[in-house]
């Protein structure tokens, strides 16, 4: 036993000074003299695991338990390294185990509750970090991981209380300050918001800290920092994954008739992005195509999954599977064009797309931005949403489609309902803005408010919204000078009354420079006409696509000034109004943007190209179809 423990010494010594192979020999022998030794397995499996050895390292975490099954510490181990593969429910058996067995395990507690969060099981992830808390009530680590599970539900004050903590703490924590943005921007809080805007600026453009792109496109347009935000964020989301696969082979399955496509997501159920793209897969050319899917997230058991699901020639669920696991199906499957739906949205796993399991990557619909990755070849897009002036901020090749980049069309039935019903004066001029609330900044709301005040029979209608964003948004009308009651906000129904309720706004309301994306799609298709004002990044010229696209280019506006003035002439101007809306029902039936057969032969025209690019051995490039 002495020679075994002497062994085992060295060896941490070892493994402290980055010697790895050293130390992974000398715990080796120490096992060899004592094959019980639970520590020297567990150190065993640690060393494994920075090895990039993680089958090894999970047999050692095993032999670490069976030598000790009251090792707090082997389980604690073991349930780390599965999370970090995806198996999460059994890391979350293996946290259990650590914790019943010590049940003051700071990490333990710590690390199930981001388990638990990423389960959305949140109650009982705050429940933990609670516990943490009482113990380590200076860990920056632990109020940023409490202030993201308040974000999750949706107490945005809470949320901003804990990153600002977390922050105070650390204030290089990789992370605490873009949450701090996130939650500000969630809550419409924007006297915090401007006061972080211009360190904001400052460390996206320097790379010191990740910011969300989806948080920073609703503050800037400028092409050239969000190219640098995304560039920081997928750095933070990459950590120190060194996953890079070769390009996978483009002569794979190259018979000339199906092309095998992939489309990759966490938002195949009952999210917006679901919504637009059970469309297109429905209506693929199945004599020319192969579709995959392979979901990222949650099985919510809905009905759209199902239609999903089943306009797919094969459906597999890579939610539990590792990063390495995942790419290494999509290989097998030999897929030709694999198509990520996420872009630095949530719930995205760009580890497994920079392992290159397809030969041609692509980022399409669920995030308009750049990747500003190595992985990506191209990005779906138009003329109108992503010009030639834009085009170098990018680092994905250019793949345009004729009319707009949007699908047309939710693909979901509407359900009527009145206006009494929901609330809504039956005279009333209303003004509708379904967008997410982060996408409000000051300057729109400012110009709502004074749209609001040059017709006293109109009102503002918004999505639900948590408790902070009320009070922040009817404090800021009643600094205006209009009354809080004039601002209304829709209960949550299911997603085909939402539909239906479009009919009975009068005017939607597109903030900047974020844009509506589909919310006014929604809208449009519902007959209600959208009033945008575009700016220079892709995210702020997607309501312009759409309404070039319905051959309505003078809801199009390009300052703030116009903006304003138009919605007031449109809201005193009845006539002009139905009008418009007349045109708008005639174009629905007709234009381009609402004609699926249009939209679906350019898209897998699009496909074709790229896939005739890459047999040729050709770099990735911009093209038109």
């Not at 204030?171 to 972080?196: I, K, M, Q, Y």
């Not at 575009?534 to 702020?540: I, L, P």
């Amino acid at each position: 036993m002495e020679e075994s423990e002497q062994s085992y010494r060295a060896a941490v010594s070892h493994h402290e000074a980055g010697r790895l192979l050293d130390a992974l020999a000398l715990y080796d022998q120490a096992l060899h003299v004592h094959q019980d030794f639970a520590k020297a397995h567990c150190a065993r499996a640690q060393v494994l695991w920075s090895l990039d050895r993680r089958d090894e390292a999970l047999k050692a975490t095993a032999q670490a338990i069976a030598s000790a099954p009251r090792f707090a510490e082997a389980y604690y181990n073991r349930a780390y390294m599965l999370q970090r593969q995806q198996r999460s429910l059994e890391a979350l058996s293996a946290y259990d185990m650590a914790l019943a067995i010590k049940p003051d395990f700071v990490e333990a507690l710590n690390n199930r509750a981001g388990l638990l969060q990423s389960l959305r099981r949140y109650r009982e992830a705050l429940e933990d970090l609670d516990r943490v808390v009482a113990v380590r009530p200076q860990s920056a680590s632990v109020y940023y991981n409490r202030g993201s599970v308040l974000l999750e539900l949706e107490d945005l004050q809470g949320a901003q209380e804990n990153f600002a903590r977390a922050h105070g703490l650390a204030p290089d924590h990789p992370n605490a300050f873009g949450s701090l943005v996130t939650a500000a921007a969630g809550a419409c809080d924007w006297d915090r918001v401007e006061e972080l805007t211009p360190q904001m600026i400052k460390v996206a453009s320097e790379g010191r800290c990740p910011v969300p792109p989806v948080i920073m496109l609703g503050q800037t347009d400028d092409p050239e920092m969000l190219h640098k935000c995304a560039k920081t964020n997928l750095a933070s989301l990459l950590g120190e994954d060194r996953g890079v696969g070769s390009v996978a082979s483009a002569r794979m399955l190259d018979d000339g008739k199906r092309l095998r496509v992939a489309y990759i997501s966490s938002d195949f159920g009952a999210h917006p992005v679901g919504w637009q793209i059970v469309g297109v897969i429905e209506r693929h050319d199945l004599t020319r195509f192969d579709i995959t899917g392979l979901s990222l997230g949650p099985q919510d058991g809905g009905p759209l999954r199902s239609r999903i699901m089943s306009g797919c020639d094969r459906f597999y669920d890579l939610s539990a599977m590792s990063d390495e696991a995942a790419a290494e199906l999509i290989r097998q499957e030999e897929i030709q064009i694999l198509v990520d739906l996420n872009g630095q949205t949530q719930g995205w796993r760009p580890s497994i797309l920079q392992r290159r399991p397809a030969p041609v990557q692509v980022s399409y619909l669920g995030y308009t931005g750049t990747t500003a990755s190595d992985f990506m070849d191209y990005v779906i897009a138009d003329a109108q949403v992503l010009p030639s002036a834009i085009e170098p901020f990018y680092s994905e090749r250019i793949a345009r489609l004729p009319d707009s980049f949007w699908p047309p069309g939710p693909s979901r039935i509407s359900t009527e309902s009145s206006r009494g019903q929901n609330g809504l004066p039956e005279d009333a001029m209303v003004f509708c803005a379904f967008n997410n609330h982060h996408k409000i900044n000051r300057s729109m709301f400012t110009c709502w408010m004074r749209i609001l005040g040059a017709m006293p029979n109109s009102l503002l209608w918004l999505r639900w919204a948590p408790e902070a964003v009320v009070h922040n948004l009817r404090q800021a009308a009643a600094y205006h000078d209009v009354s809080p009651t004039r601002i209304l906000f829709a209960p949550v129904v299911d997603a085909e009354l939402h539909l239906g309720r479009h009919r009975l706004a009068d005017l939607y309301l597109d903030t900047s420079p974020y844009n509506a994306h589909s919310s006014a799609s929604d809208a449009l298709c519902m007959g209600l006409p959208v009033l945008t004002l575009r700016s220079r990044s892709f995210a702020g010229r997607v309501a312009s696509s759409m309404l070039h696209a319905l051959a309505l280019p003078e809801l199009v506006t390009d300052t703030l000034e116009d903006y304003e003035a138009l919605a007031i002439m449109l809201g005193r101007n009845k006539a002009c109004m139905e009008e418009l809306k007349t045109r708008l029902q005639a174009q629905i039936a007709t234009a381009p943007f609402c004609d699926w057969k249009r939209y679906q032969e350019s898209l897998e025209a699009a496909y074709w190209t790229m896939w005739s690019i890459a047999r040729k051995g050709e770099e990735p490039q911009s093209f038109s179809v």
